[in-house]
């Protein structure tokens, strides 16, 4: 059973930055292409970046590029998403989603975390 689990949100003043953790267990994942989605009130999901753990590449929406930075603990079977410059349009519920077999089928999904920038 897969199962992640982010931590690390919270209240944080524009300009300022975050780091987001999400747990991942039940599988082994360095063959996974891992996520990060967030939905703002009244939005629809949209992707913030992505990841493919066995080889560290890395891609991100438009808007979060230059700020925002996926990286992986393998010890702790855990990835990252580092946010930097936040803006209060970065204000969401930040979802971290796993893509098993790389085809950007987002099988598995966490529970999110609140993240608010206030301007």
């Known amino acids: 059973q897969v199962q992640l689990v982010e931590s690390g949100g919270g209240l944080v003043q524009a300009g300022g930055s975050l780091t987001l953790s999400c747990a991942a267990s039940g599988r082994t994942f360095s063959n996974y292409r891992m996520g990060w989605f967030r939905q703002a009130p009244g939005k629809e999901r949209e992707f913030v970046g992505a990841l493919r753990w066995r080889f560290g590449r890395t891609g991100y929406t438009e808007s979060v590029r230059g700020r925002f930075t996926i990286s992986t603990d393998n010890a702790k079977n855990t990835v990252y998403l580092q946010m930097n410059s936040l803006k209060p349009e970065d204000t969401a519920v930040y979802y971290c989603?796993?893509?098993?077999?790389?085809?950007?089928?987002?099988?598995?999904w966490g529970q999110g975390t609140q993240v608010t920038v206030a301007s």
């Open positions: 989603a796993a893509d098993p077999d790389n085809d950007y089928a987002w099988d598995y």
